[in-house]
């Protein structure tokens, strides 16, 4: 018997496992692949992901396994610096390979004790009012009392579960790949500046001596059912810019559509979706996997608290409350990305517009802070603009504050030194610091570092450390 069955072991199942292992939940992830992921994708964490990562302590290890380059350009691939100040200590991406970092991430999940279990794909599961019957594809049986679908955006355990998957199919599509070049980098910077006067559907970017992330439309290429070919991509560029490049030795190549879904809901009594099972739309802007991530961070606690039996009443709904609204965002900057990304000269002419509206700051600022997730804020109710935001990392007495959020618990920053948290010690810490970098008396954190109350005042507190935290442990 496990508490909870995760279907699928990619980034957004691996987090999910280790976010309730902090709490002790017993923990059980089937990855229907034998292997782990082999080709090597580079992906990209934007700003917030990272924070999490820091808050986890996991962000040391994907420094030394990644490569950091400029938020500047990730909207639409409009080519502008990125604003000075951003609100986050870690105002960067980073790149680093998918193998490495779904390693990276299960290693930490089964370091806390969960378990991985590979070639074991849901194909059946039944749900009753104590937990949920899973069904692998040899015919055992596993009993759970959560199951969640982390299984992509073919998600099995979506289908099963009846939830509709409303949306716009693929309209087109593009070849994506890394490969060495056999061409100087100075004549390919040229020759893409040029085309991207007219045409920005190109992107050669480099990644490594004479290694280049390439993206090119597909359209022409023949069979959509049959993986892309290094052919294929020399065809796209050839049609394009004239040119090939000289393109040999793909790493990787793949094909991906525009589609755009979103599940209608993320929880159906015991089960519930995250990540890609949930959300699908075009990888412009880098937003899927950091989405899952977060997903995954904000599910994690709640799932634990409900399992642990201190859950307030709806703290679970909370889920898909905070975090539907946060896709259907993603979906809609993504549609208004790819029509930017239009040779037709209508698109073309907002293209030009809003390149204009970006040298105002806080036009792209705002446009960062969208894509990257750092702009964020849930609707916590009535109070000052920090309520229901993420906290930037900051100095303490003693260390930084992300690495005080390392065991996933509520966190009371107070700068009064009057507060307490008797009664809740057992799920919220404490930190009396009157020097701390705020400009509040004193705030209350949950796990996944966004302000869920600022006053001053025990009795207040009190009523939201039992919004959040549930009844005192007394």
Not at 164 to 175: I, K, N, V
Not at 223 to 252: C, M, N, Y
Not at 419 to 428: E, P, Q, Y
Not at 430 to 448: G, H, S
Request: some cysteine; overall charge negative; aromatic content about 6%.
């Amino acid at each position: 018997m496990f508490d909870v069955i995760i279907a699928g072991c990619g980034p957004t199942g691996a987090m999910l496992a280790a976010e309730l292992r902090l709490h002790q939940v017993r923990v059980l992830v089937v990855e229907k692949e034998t292997e782990p992921t082999s080709f090597v994708r580079i992906v990209s964490l934007h700003m917030r992901s990272l924070e999490l990562m820091a808050m986890r302590g996991l962000l040391d290890r994907l420094l030394e396994r990644g490569r950091q380059r400029s938020v500047g350009g990730i909207f639409a691939a409009i080519n502008k610096p990125a604003p000075e100040g951003l609100d986050s200590t870690y105002a960067y991406l980073l790149g680093i390979p998918q193998p490495v970092l779904e390693h990276q991430l299960e290693e930490h999940a089964t370091a806390l004790g969960a378990q991985v279990r590979r070639g074991g794909a849901v194909v059946a599961f039944e749900q009753d009012d104590a937990g949920v019957t899973v069904e692998l594809a040899d015919g055992e049986r596993l009993r759970s009392r959560y199951l969640v679908g982390c299984d992509g955006a073919r998600s099995t355990v979506r289908k099963l579960l009846g939830v509709c998957f409303p949306g716009e199919p693929a309209r087109s599509e593009t070849l994506m790949g890394e490969l060495e070049t056999g061409v100087p980098p100075e004549e390919i910077a040229a020759t893409v500046a040029e085309i991207h006067k007219t045409d920005r559907r190109l992107l050669l970017r480099p990644f490594g001596e004479g290694v280049y992330s390439v993206v090119v439309p597909a359209a022409g290429v023949s069979d959509r059912t049959e993986p892309p070919t290094l052919d294929d991509v020399k065809q796209q560029l050839r049609a394009i810019a004239g040119t090939d490049f000289g393109v040999h030795s793909p790493r990787w190549l793949s094909r991906f559509g525009d589609a755009t879904r979103l599940a209608e809901r993320y929880r159906v009594g015991r089960v519930l979706l995250a990540g890609d099972a949930a959300h699908i739309h075009p990888p412009i802007g880098g937003q899927g996997l950091n989405l899952g991530l977060q997903d995954a961070v904000n599910l994690g606690w709640k799932l634990a608290a409900q399992i642990r039996g201190w859950a307030p009443e709806a703290l679970l709904d909370t889920y898909q409350d905070e975090r539907h609204p946060v896709a259907a965002d993603v979906l809609d900057n993504t549609r208004a990305q790819t029509q930017l990304l239009s040779t037709e000269p209508g698109p073309q002419a907002v293209r030009r517009l809003l390149t204009e509206l970006m040298d105002f700051d806080e036009v792209h600022r705002y446009l960062i802070e969208k894509i990257t997730a750092i702009g964020l804020r849930y609707d916590f109710g009535a109070g000052p603009d920090l309520l229901g935001r993420r906290l930037r990392d900051i100095d303490l007495k003693q260390g930084r504050l992300y690495d005080r959020l390392r065991r996933g618990r509520g966190l009371v920053l107070d700068r009064t030194e009057r507060l307490t948290v008797n009664g809740w010690s057992d799920r919220v810490d404490l930190i009396a610091d009157p020097a701390a970098a705020l400009d509040v008396p004193a705030i209350l954190l949950r796990p996944d570092g966004h302000v869920a109350w600022i006053g001053e005042h025990q009795p207040d507190l009190d009523e939201h450390l039992a919004r959040w935290f549930g009844k005192t442990a007394n």
